[in-house]
Structure formats: C-alpha cells, structure tokens
T-cell receptor, first 111, second 114 residues
Framework: KNQVEQSPQSLIILEGKNCTLQCNYTVSPFSNLRWYKQDTGRGPVSLTIMTFSENTKSNGRYTATLDADTKQSSLHITASQLSDSASYICVVRAAGNKLTFGGGTRVLVKP | GAGVSQSPSNKVTEKGKDVELRCDPISGHTALYWYRQSLGQGLEFLIYFQGNSAPDKSGLPSDRFSAERTGGSVSTLTIQRTQQEDSAVYLC????????????FGQGTRLTVV
C-alpha cells in the first residue's frame, strides 16, 4: 500500500532558527515528490518538486532533499520567520499518476 | 475559473442534517481528490476520482459519506446525518495528470456541526 509518513507532527521553533521536516514514503513506482505549504485558512501551495534524479532543490529559505534509495525526503527551513508558521505537506506521485498525501507537519514559529 | 473552486466556503449545520459540499476543478483536470483536515490534525484522504475509472473510496470514514463526480468535472461530497466529529475543513484538489504536474487545491469548505 502506498503511504507517506511525515514527522514530526508538529514543532515549535524560535524565529531565526532552522528546522528540518521529514517525509518517508513507500510509493512505488515513484514519479516525483512535492512539498506544499498550507497557511491557516488557505489551500496548500507548492514549494518544491523533486524527481528521481534530483537530490537537492532550494526555493528561497526552503531546501528540499530527496534520497530515492531510502525513500526519504526532507524540507529544511533556514532562518525561520513568523510567516513560516504553517502546515507543510509532502505529496508523492506514483508513476501511474495517483498522488499520496502525507498528514503534514504543523510548524509554529515564535518570536 | 483559474483555480479549483469550492463552495460554500463556510457551512454551519445542525447535528443530524445532511450537507453537500461542492468542488469545481480546473477544466480538463482528470483527477480529483477530497481530503479533510480536522482542527489540529493532518490531512485525511477521503476519495479519489481518476477519469472514468471507479473512484477510490477507501478513505471515506463511514457510509454517511459519499461523493460523486458528474461528467468528469464537478464533484459533490455529501455527508448524511452529520455528527459533531464531522466538523473539519474539507479540501478538494485536482490534477491534470502527467508526471510534472502537481495538485491544485481549493480553499476548502469549513464545516461546523453544532
């Protein structure tokens, strides 16, 4: 069964600090992996997309990594800002196009 | 429209009543997903439509929940005899298919059962 597990479920960090979110998946055959940011009361918005051959991709202060061998991805937030407070969702696409969504990690950045 | 549209944006209903939530996907998108997000919880998969294939209903929590997608476009999620635990934000997402495409999400319907 295709699954996407995210950890931690939630975390609190101080403004200016870094944090790393984890995504482990069992989706096969793998096509790509996206990280989404969901602000409170809004729909999720795509941050990055990772394909099989990509190990690292950055979008501003967000850096995503992918290890296709271990089926793990991480999203690193550098120098966190209050506006980073949101839910971060990992979504994996199988080669047959079906998406499997992780449950998300809720991040709270405190001043 | 340019994006996925969900209606209503907010719905307050009495326990025991039926509700219908609507999702208008982006035109031409073949796949459509319903999720719900309870307060303080992550996304919970409900149902997946892909083209003319039989929908994947494996995430529907009970037989009070059902969904349809007419003509491969608009989808309606129906909850019968609503319970307080049904209170959540119901999110709809659609994708056009193809490996490079991501999901496009609606803004969600916030359902409150009182």
């Amino acid at each position: 069964k295709n699954q996407v597990e995210q950890s931690p479920q939630s975390l609190i960090i101080l403004e200016g600090k870094n944090c790393t979110l984890q995504c482990n998946y069992t989706v096969s055959p793998f096509s790509n992996l996206r990280w989404y940011k969901q602000d409170t009361g809004r729909g999720p918005v795509s941050l990055t997309i990772m394909t099989f051959s990509e190990n690292t991709k950055s979008n501003g202060r967000y850096t995503a990594t992918l290890d296709a061998d271990t089926k793990q991805s991480s999203l690193h937030i550098t120098a966190s800002q209050l506006s980073d407070s949101a839910s971060y969702i990992c979504v994996v696409r199988a080669a047959g196009n079906k998406l499997t969504f992780g449950g998300g990690t809720r991040v709270l950045v405190k001043p | 429209g340019a994006g996925v549209s969900q209606s209503p944006s907010n719905k307050v209903t009495e326990k025991g009543k039926d509700v219908e939530l609507r999702c208008d996907p982006i035109s031409g998108h073949t796949a459509l997903y319903w999720y719900r997000q309870s307060l303080g919880q992550g996304l919970e998969f409900l149902i997946y439509f892909q083209g003319n294939s039989a929908p994947d209903k494996s995430g529907l929590p009970s037989d009070r929940f059902s969904a349809e997608r007419t003509g491969g476009s608009v989808s309606t999620l129906t909850i019968q005899r609503t319970q307080q635990e049904d209170s959540a934000v119901y999110l709809c997402a659609s994708t056009p298919g193809g490996a490079g495409t991501g999901a496009f999400f609606g803004q969600g319907t916030r359902l409150t059962v009182v």
